[in-house]
């Protein structure tokens, strides 16, 4: 007896001991500065630290600092050099960290759960904006807002301005200029200009008719391959299919569903045929080909066709294809006055900030994303570097030099409309992710077009009601 | 002397039972409770029942990476075991090199998961892509991929148990059965298989919880894909917990579950196998 | 047994030469491939990096730089060696005392550590990483104390097993002769267990060293990444899985670990052994 209860006695001992250390957590925010000090310096004596991140940890004590999430792979070491920039200036600790493609979601729910937070973070439009809008601090008194074009690139709830459009991109079928010619001038092309390459029936007959020819025009195939690992099939089942919703959200004039009916997926079926059928390899390889590969072999001249957007330059640049070569086409679907449509532009990266994190670390934030959108080093990395399109009205001197993003503004030019982002109202990941697989395995002929169109129809349904039910 | 030992119990225990408490028992418990809960965080958990345990078989996808995970262990165990031993049995027979042939067999157990996915990733869709097939075309070269992978990693550890096994036969059991004019199958079935019996409870439990508990592998190698058909429990429970918003409860449940699978497998293995052991 | 006359015994070296070159092949082929522009890495697998392919250690270099590859092998490093360290030396004196002092508490702990062996991490990844989050323990020097109780279970089985043998008698004659219980542990008790620190230390290294998901589940990712957590690291990125840093940062993971494997395999497969009879 004695025994037991020594042991009692010993376990709430125990028990207040862990108490105190998790009480002195959550008390205030120096104690986890205070308890990293130690930490950081004799690590850096006895295990190689990473130099930027320990650094600063001394400072922030006084003033609040930033950790940004960032969801855009591609800008992944700019935005790390942007910040150490800012903290070079400043003395305000900037941390970046970036989520690896398609866990984006996944991060932010994890690092939230911590005390350090991030205090920056994204979401996709307003179907993300509903799952994180408890976290969204107000910015209508903010800097960065007070730069921001107008009000289409805000989120905006009851008044408040959750979230803000950093980047503006734009997609289409990128073309290589050079090789396409070379296929115009040649005596089986039934179109013979870039103008006739205006709707689904000259965009079918042009991609059938270099595939049926690609070793006289010197290339594997028509369209790149279409990457369906799952890194990768964004550009498929995100961004391609875009333009059925596009077209059904169109005629019937509205701007979001709970119930999708799937009035253009034939008109999907052909463009996701045409793209399977006319590549550099069988549909049954695309499961593990990733966007990297299809991005190679348009650069090598491999390809005449790459579903991509502005995004892509910079995996395109300083290969084979040179800068005047590159194009973009509008994706055509065989939707009627499609010859009056132009490219897919939009945004789904809107900053928002913790509202959940300290005062002071709120207004390094906001801090830190006024002097993003106005210092000269700021625009300057977003502009050139990152090769962004941005909402804001600062950045008139700053167009990028990119070759994809003046396409978009000749399209404009033109008068023709662009189509906007309908895929930020797709009602969750999951949808995407099982539309993916159908249309992964339609393509392997593992699967039937059927799946694709209970994914389309009955899985926006499901998923609209699961994610609105809570 | 157990008196003179007691009163430093402080020392002795109160470390590994502090830190044992902290890395196991609580989140342990929490783990069960949440289980019942709704949550997207601890602090906001709701008590709802058994709701979590209901919604896992409202989809197909838990039953699915659940008869996935139990063929594969299946498989695996069997594949494993059988070669491990027939190579055990062969480099005990004294040849030249078997002290190399034993270290090269041995090394891949010390290379991580995620590593030996990409490695085994690069060089099976690289041969699949002779056939216009990649690991990813359908579950069943998800399966056999992460089986071969499964032998080359785990093959050589259980081979450097089965020769300690069959080292510890006493050479003159094995003559006196040929003096006795038993074949070779014979001595193998009456006089090896027993004596090695202890090498095989380890064995198959170690191959056993393995191919359960599966995650880096699997992750590295197909992700699931393609349409989660090559998702294994551990992934499965993953990506329902992480990747989905309102899905933690339900992932929780799926863990609760999976610890009760493993934990009746582990006991009636053992009660199985150490029950055999007796008999002889 | 002795080496006597074995029938086929130059066709099974043979034999097994060639298995043993297949078995390597796999790591051989990602070195080769180490060496490849990336664009040629998926596209041709098997092909020699020669004249256009090649890249020289352009791969290493970008893949260090990537995934800051140094900074992780020393955490790994760190992390490793200093849990295996307490873990051996907490799990010991544990395993001691409750082989010595037989009561309903040691009981309990005994049948806790059997338990702890069979829980799949997934019933506590969300739970551990929590906690471990509420009391500052995301950084290196936290996640030793969540290894030790973490790996308490098999360590504290193995090593109660091991004194379970050992004879009351030397332990008694050193108390007699004026020894207090931790003289006697260290002195007398952890020379005669040297084998079984050397099993357990093994065994344990070899999973943390691998492990992925606790430490990325609990570690502070931004600042501390181990090697595993690295390399997965660069999987992803909308679609750009670079795959020629891929093939280098493999490469300089798997490389230290068989050289080391190559100095102390005796150990190695000596504690595997060890551990596989007791446990």
Redesign the interface.
Same mark, same amino acid.
């Given at each position: 007896m004695r025994n037991v209860k020594r042991w009692l006695a010993l376990s709430m001992v125990a028990a207040m001991a862990a108490g105190t250390l998790a009480g002195c957590g959550g008390s205030s925010s120096a104690a986890p500065a205070k308890s990293d000090a130690p930490a950081s310096s004799a690590a850096e004596a006895s295990a190689p630290a990473e130099s930027e991140a320990e650094a600063p940890a001394d400072t922030s004590a006084e003033g609040g600092k930033v950790y940004y999430l960032n969801f855009k792979p591609e800008q992944a070491d700019q935005w790390v050099e942007l910040a150490a920039k800012y903290t070079e200036e400043t003395g305000v600790q900037v941390d970046v960290q970036t989520a690896a493609s398609g866990t984006y979601e996944s991060t932010l729910k994890a690092e939230m759960a911590k005390t350090e937070a991030p205090t920056m973070f994204q979401v996709n439009g307003p179907v993300g904006l509903a799952s994180w809008k408890d976290y969204c601090y107000d910015m209508s008194g903010s800097k960065v807002y007070g730069d921001l074009a107008s009000d289409d690139y805000a989120l905006i709830e009851d008044g408040k301005v959750e979230g803000i459009a950093y980047v503006i991109e734009t997609y289409g079928i990128i073309y290589n200029k050079k090789i396409l010619n070379d296929y115009f001038s040649k005596d089986y092309a039934t179109i013979k200009s870039i103008d006739e390459l205006n709707n689904f029936a000259a965009l079918k007959t042009v991609a059938e008719e270099i595939q049926a020819n690609k070793d006289d025009l010197g290339v594997e195939g028509a369209f790149t391959s279409a990457g369906m690992d799952s890194s990768s099939d964004w550009r498929f089942k995100t961004h391609l299919a875009n333009l059925p919703i596009y077209y059904e959200y169109k005629d019937k004039g509205i701007g979001s569903t709970d119930a999708i009916e799937g009035t253009y997926l034939d008109n999907y079926k052909n463009i996701w045929d045409l793209y399977i059928n006319n590549a550099t390899c069988e549909p049954s390889m695309i499961s593990s080909k990733t966007g990297e590969d299809a991005a190679s072999e348009f650069a090598l001249g491999e390809a005449v066709f790459y579903q991509n957007g502005t995004w892509a330059y910079n995996d395109i640049k300083d290969n084979e294809v040179a800068d005047e070569d590159l194009g973009m086409l509008p994706i055509y679907i065989g939707a009627t006055g499609e010859e009056n449509q132009g490219l897919c532009t939009g945004s789904e990266n809107y900053w928002c900030v913790n509202s959940k994190a300290d005062p002071a670390d709120i207004q390094a934030t906001l801090d830190f994303m006024a002097w993003v959108v106005e210092s000269d080093a700021g625009r300057e990395t977003l502009a050139n570097e990152m090769g962004f399109v941005t909402p804001f009205t600062t950045f008139d001197e700053y167009l990028p030099a990119n070759p994809l993003v003046q396409a978009n503004a000749e399209y404009t030019k033109a008068g023709k409309t662009a189509v906007s982002w309908n895929f930020t109202t797709m009602p969750s990941e999951e949808w995407k992710n099982k539309l993916g697989s159908a249309l992964l395995e339609y393509a392997q002929g593992t699967g039937n077009w059927d799946a694709v169109k209970t994914a389309f129809v009955d899985g926006w349904a499901t998923e609209y009601a699961a994610a609105n039910a809570q | 002397m157990e008196k003179a030992i007691k009163r430093y119990f402080p020392i002795f225990v109160l470390p590994t039972m502090l830190a044992f408490t902290i890395g196991f028992i609580a989140p342990f418990l929490l783990g069960v409770y949440l289980s019942f809960c709704k949550f997207t965080t601890v602090t906001d958990a709701k008590f709802i029942g058994l709701a979590n345990y209901v919604k896992i078989f409202a989809e197909n996808d838990f039953t699915h990476s659940l008869i996935f995970t139990v063929l594969f262990t299946i498989v695996t165990v069997l594949l494993i075991n059988v070669l491990a031993f027939a190579v055990a049995m062969l480099l005990t027979k004294g040849f030249k090199g078997t002290n190399v042939f034993r270290t090269v067999f041995f090394m891949p157990n010390l290379i991580g998961g995620i590593i030996l996915g990409y490695v085994w990733q690069l060089l099976l869709n690289g041969i699949l892509a002779m056939f216009d097939r990649t690991l990813t075309y359908s579950a069943t070269y998800g399966f056999w991929g992460l089986v071969i992978l499964t032998l080359w990693q785990q093959v050589g550890y259980m081979m450097v148990i089965y020769i300690a096994g069959i080292q510890n036969i006493p050479g003159e059991l094995i003559e006196a059965a040929k003096i006795d004019g038993a074949t070779s199958p014979q001595i193998l079935k009456n006089v090896i298989i027993p004596m090695v019996m202890p090498s095989i409870t380890i064995c198959t439990f170690l191959t056993l919880t393995n191919g359960f508990k599966l995650f880096d592998q699997n992750l590295a190698l197909t992700n699931g894909a393609p349409s989660k058909a090559s998702e294994m429990l551990a992934l499965n429970i993953y990506n329902t917990f992480y990747g989905r918003t309102g899905y933690e409860g339900v992932g929780q449940a799926k863990a609760v579950i999976f610890f009760i699978i493993v934990t009746i497998i582990a006991m009636v293995q053992n009660r199985l196998t150490t029950s055999k052991e007796v008999q002889q | 047994?002795? &080496?006597?006359k074995?029938k086929?015994?130059?066709l099974?070296?043979v034999i097994?030469?060639i298995?043993?070159v297949l078995?390597?092949?796999?790591?051989i082929?990602?070195v080769l #491939?180490s060496f490849k522009k990336?664009?040629y890495?998926?596209?041709a697998? @098997?092909a020699l990096p020669t004249g256009k392919t090649f890249v020289g250690i352009e791969n290493y270099i970008r893949g260090i730089e &990537?995934t800051?590859l140094?900074?992780a @092998?020393?955490?790994t490093? @760190?992390i490793t060696v200093l849990s295996v360290a307490v873990i051996i030396l907490?799990?010991s004196?544990?395993a001691?005392?409750?082989v010595?002092?037989? #009561?309903?508490?040691t009981k309990i *702990?005994y049948t806790?550590?059997l338990?702890?062996m069979?829980?799949?991490?997934?019933?506590?990844?969300?739970?551990?990483?929590?906690?471990? #989050?509420?009391?500052?323990?995301? #950084?290196?020097?936290g996640i030793i104390?969540? $290894?030790?109780? @973490?790996g308490?279970?098999l360590a504290?089985f193995m090593f109660t097993g091991f004194v379970k043998s050992i004879p009351?008698e030397i332990?008694?004659a050193a108390?007699i002769d004026g020894c207090?219980?931790?003289q006697t542990?260290f002195q007398v008790v952890m020379p005669i267990m040297k084998p079984t620190c050397i099993t357990v230390a093994i065994l344990q290294a070899?999973w943390i060293?691998?492990?992925?998901?606790l430490p990325s589940?609990v570690l502070?990712?931004? &600042?501390y990444k181990t090697?595993?957590i690295a *390399?997965? $690291?660069l999987?992803?990125?909308?679609?750009?899985?670079?795959?020629g840093a891929?093939?280098g940062v493999?490469v300089i993971?798997?490389i230290p *670990?068989?050289i080391?494997?190559?100095a102390c395999?005796k150990y *190695?497969?000596e504690g595997?052994?060890a551990g596989?009879?007791k446990?």
């Open positions: - | - | 047994m002795d &080496k006597k074995c086929h015994g130059t099974l070296t097994f030469t298995i043993s078995y390597v092949y796999p790591i082929l990602v #491939n990336k664009a890495i998926s596209k697998p @098997f &990537k800051g140094i900074a @092998f020393g955490w490093l @760190f907490c799990c004196m544990t001691w005392y409750i010595r002092v037989k #009561n309903v508490a *702990i806790a550590c338990i702890a069979v829980v799949p991490f997934q019933m506590e990844m969300y739970t551990l990483s929590k906690i471990a #989050n509420m009391l500052h323990m995301d #950084n290196p020097w104390i969540i $290894y030790l109780g @973490f308490a279970g504290v009351l332990e008694e108390m207090t219980p931790i542990f070899m060293w691998n492990d992925y998901l589940l502070d990712t931004k &600042k090697l595993s *390399i997965q $690291y999987k992803g990125g909308y679609g750009s899985v670079d795959m891929m093939m493999l993971s798997i *670990i068989i080391f494997y190559l395999q *190695i497969i595997v052994v596989a009879v446990g």
